[in-house]
């Protein structure tokens, strides 16, 4: 296996070049999958690393992971060994479990209470609370229920007839494309390697960005689309949806949603041109992810060889 069981622990650095380039560069739509993909794929690849390292690292040491069947001395002997990177890999390894777990669970009474606070909220598609705080947002769906666009009436109460209608194309966009999804997907990438954490502060943005352009396909206006957007932001300043709630209802970089709503439509395409900068990065990118997964996969393979050859199975 050799240094190949290390490298998905730092080839997620190759994703930072992209993160900016996509934000500026690629359509939301296709910036925000191929990021979330790049983060999840690099993500499993770390963690595997993880693995890797612990089973290498701790064969030779009393109470090793390896299987009653492969405690011989022989089988000891011909796995890998790196005492020091076990040792490292194991509270490293249990701190991925914990944060992840961590975020899955936030995530989960998030939704619990955020459907708790629908309890009596008329409308199937939206559901307007009578509530003095400016806030509105995107419930996904769950079990036994539809998603939702929850707003409150001071919100409305703020906007004009269009800047509503923007308002809700831009939320029912956030449902129709699933960006929970992919949000949840990067925030877990983010607790699993801190390397990527600029992917999901990309992805957060683009997906934003990705509802505007959509709102703004659906109201035909793109100004009006930008108002919404600044209006809303400045009455929600300073006091913002209920704590509990706030996950499903962040603004993003503000200026910069409102600044590219006031230029042309970006272009749609699924893969930047090769000889761009935007391509030059996705192309990185790309690599990076690819590399991480055949080392993953080198290091797992060749350890299983290792442990049949020397194992009777």
């Not at 296709?30 to 963690?47: D, E, H, K, N």
Request: net charge positive.
């Amino acid at each position: 296996m050799g240094v190949f069981v290390f490298l998905p622990l730092v080839l997620p650095l190759t994703a930072w070049p992209i993160a900016r380039l996509a934000e500026q560069h690629l359509h939301p739509r296709t910036a925000t999958v191929l990021l979330s993909a790049a983060a999840g794929v690099l993500a499993v690849c770390s963690t595997v690393c993880l693995v890797l390292l612990m089973v290498v690292g701790t064969a030779q040491l009393p109470g090793n992971p390896l299987p009653d069947g492969w405690s011989d001395e022989e089988v000891r002997e011909a796995v890998p060994y790196d005492e020091v990177a076990g040792r490292a890999a194991i509270p490293a390894l249990l701190a991925v479990v914990a944060a992840c777990a961590r975020t899955l669970w936030a995530h989960r009474r998030v939704r619990r209470r955020a459907v708790r606070a629908l309890t009596g909220a008329r409308g199937r598609s939206v559901a307007v609370l009578p509530d003095g705080e400016p806030y509105a947002y995107a419930l996904p769906a769950g079990r036994g229920r539809r998603g939702r666009v929850v707003v409150s009436t001071a919100m409305l109460s703020c906007l004009g007839g269009e800047e509503r209608r923007a308002l809700f194309a831009h939320e029912r966009a956030h449902l129709t494309g699933r960006h929970h999804r992919f949000l949840l997907v990067v925030h877990l990438a983010a607790r699993t390697n801190p390397f990527l954490r600029p992917l999901r502060t990309a992805v957060s943005y683009t997906t934003e960005r990705w509802a505007d352009e959509e709102a703004a396909e659906a109201v035909g206006s793109r100004r009006a689309v930008a108002r919404a957007v600044g209006r809303a932001a400045l009455v929600s300043r300073g006091t913002g949806p209920a704590p509990a709630l706030a996950r499903f209802a962040a603004a993003g970089p503000v200026p910069r949603r409102v600044a590219a709503l006031l230029e042309p439509a970006p272009a749609v395409r699924s893969w930047p041109p090769v000889f761009t900068t935007a391509g030059l990065a996705a192309w990185t990118a790309a690599a990076g992810t690819t590399v991480s997964a055949l080392s993953s996969a080198n290091s797992a393979v060749t350890l299983f060889l290792v442990l049949k050859a020397a194992t009777p199975l």
